[in-house]
T-cell receptor, first 115, second 112 residues
Framework: NAGVMQNPRHLVRRRGQEARLRCSPM?????VYWYRQLPEEGLKFMVY????????ESGMPKERFSAEFPKEGPSILRIQQVVRGDSAAYFC?????????????FGPGTRLLVL | SQKIEQNSEALNIQEGKTATLTCNYT??????LQWYRQDPGRGPVFLLL?????KEKRKERLKVTFDTTLKQSLFHITASQPADSATYLC???????????FGPGTRLSVLP
């Protein structure tokens, strides 16, 4: 049973370009979470999605960031017009049920570098 | 505002000793508290979850305590090994919430 997969593992973008980060949850998991980790800082929650629905986007910046989890295919975190401050590691996690008592399984992360 | 602190950014201990990591929080009433391990360049790995009505939880060489009066959780690794060297994160969640708030982590180094 493959774990959570994220691609690409490393992504380099120039300021103003778009970044698309993909996350395939564990088989059978329908709940996906996205986190951002800045250097020397803790993980910050961004968004929680179930299939085709955004459940909680309270941690998502209001502009330039969007997320989706379509019926088919991976979850996508999209960052438009990237700026240097977007450079960070982006992790997704998945669980098979809702609720904070459920274990979240994390992917290896995508490291975004904005030049 | 809510704040989570973890003891000293880095902790060095001798192999075989017990490592004790601290997670303190303010302005928060979590119902669940989790501990994760994160190795460099990798995603966090879940270790233990403890509920607010549980005082202590154990798993092999790991022990977690949760004191809601002191607003503190202690994470112990007994008979520590160099392979235990990693960053350890605590994470808190309220009963109604859908997401965890993570602490900054403590980088543990177990010296042979």
């Amino acid at each position: 049973n493959a774990g959570v997969m994220q691609n690409p593992r490393h992504l380099v973008r120039r300021r103003g370009q778009e970044a698309r980060l993909r996350c395939s949850p564990m088989k059978g998991h329908s709940h996906v979470y996205w986190y951002r980790q800045l250097p020397e800082e803790g993980l910050k929650f961004m968004v929680y999605l179930q299939k085709e629905n955004i459940i909680d986007e309270s941690g998502m910046p209001k502009e330039r960031f969007s997320a989706e989890f379509p019926k088919e295919g991976p979850s996508i975190l999209r960052i438009q017009q990237v700026v240097r401050g977007d450079s960070a590691a982006y992790f997704c996690a998945s669980s098979n049920r809702a609720g904070v008592q459920e274990t979240q399984y994390f992917g290896p992360g995508t490291r975004l570098l904005v030049l | 505002s809510q704040k989570i602190e973890q003891n000293s950014e880095a902790l060095n201990i001798q192999e075989g000793k017990t490592a004790t990591l601290t997670c303190n929080y303010t302005n928060y009433s979590p119902a669940y508290l989790q501990w994760y391990r994160q190795d460099p360049g990798r995603g966090p790995v879940f270790l233990l979850l403890i509920r607010e009505n549980e005082k202590e939880k154990r798993k092999e060489r790991l022990k977690v305590t949760f004191d809601t009066t002191l607003k503190q959780s202690l994470f112990h690794i007994t008979a520590s090994q160099p392979a235990d060297s990693a960053t350890y994160l605590c994470a808190l969640a309220a009963n109604y919430g859908q997401n965890f708030v993570f602490g900054p982590g403590t980088r543990l180094s177990v010296l042979p």
